[in-house]
T-cell receptor, first 111, second 116 residues
Framework: DAKTTQPPSMDCAEGRAANLPCNHS???????VYWYRQIHSQGPQYIIH???NNETNEMASLIITEDRKSSTLILPHATLRDTAVYYC????????????FGTGTSLTVIP | GAVVSQHPSWVICKSGTSVKIECRSL??????MFWYRQFPKQSLMLMAT?????????EQGVEKDKFLINHASLTLSTLTVTSAHPEDSSFYIC????????????FGPGTRLLVL
């Protein structure tokens, strides 16, 4: 699986958009980009995933660059409850389905 | 939908005892379940992949005789930590995948194990 690089920590003001970057420069054509978050002492929560096109759901938007070497998770209006560690994972489809977690980005939403 | 539960949520045991952790998919059938371990201030580390009705596949460095995994049904997988020692103290998390073609994993709330 391709590896990902994320900044170790970020701050965001409450109510503002949180933009979390992820680099996956070695991603291959059949690998998806998944985002999960983990609030302290809980299991990871699925946020969103995509292959090529930008995706949006009720939680967030995922912007993938045209060359697919990087992506950005956008939380449009961050709240204090969005404080968590955010993990960007790339994985190939139908190859055992394993997720290998990197170190993630610790997002702190500031009142 | 896609709810995964774990039991117990926390356990304290004496060194040398065995501990069983259950992972259940509550509202879907999971052909594949995964077990992770997380030490304080670290990321999740995949331990093994569990397919219903077959032997688990362990990641390199994970002792299969130490961490016994059973996936007897489409809604239940168990992880048994045999002869637990203090270094096995950790946060154990399971996840489940709905089925072939459904790649998203849904995670349980985790089980915190403390071995004294």
């Amino acid at each position: 699986d391709a590896k990902t690089t994320q900044p170790p920590s970020m701050d965001c003001a409450e109510g503002r958009a949180a933009n979390l970057p992820c680099n996956h420069s070695t991603i291959s054509g059949n690998e998806y980009v998944y985002w999960y978050r983990q609030i302290h002492s809980q299991g990871p929560q699925y946020i969103i995933h995509g292959l090529k096109n930008n995706e949006t759901n009720e939680m967030a938007s995922l912007i993938i660059t045209e060359d697919r070497k990087s992506s950005t998770l956008i939380l449009p209006h961050a709240t204090l409850r969005d404080t968590a560690v955010y993990y960007c994972i790339v994985r190939a489809r139908n190859t055992g389905n394993q997720f290998y977690f990197g170190t993630g980005t610790s997002l702190t939403v500031i009142p | 939908g896609a709810v995964v539960s774990q039991h117990p949520s926390w356990v304290i045991c004496k060194s040398g005892t065995s501990v069983k952790i259950e992972c259940r998919s509550l509202d879907f059938q999971a052909t594949t379940m995964f077990w992770y371990r997380q030490f304080p201030k670290q990321s999740l580390m995949l331990m093994a992949t569990s397919n219903e009705g077959s032997k688990a596949t362990y990641e390199q460095g994970v002792e299969k005789d130490k961490f016994l995994i059973n996936h007897a049904s489409l809604t239940l997988s168990t992880l048994t930590v045999t002869s637990a020692h203090p270094e096995d103290s950790s946060f154990y998390i399971c996840s489940a995948r709905r089925g072939v073609g459904q790649e998203t994993q849904y995670f349980g709330p985790g089980t915190r194990l403390l071995v004294l």
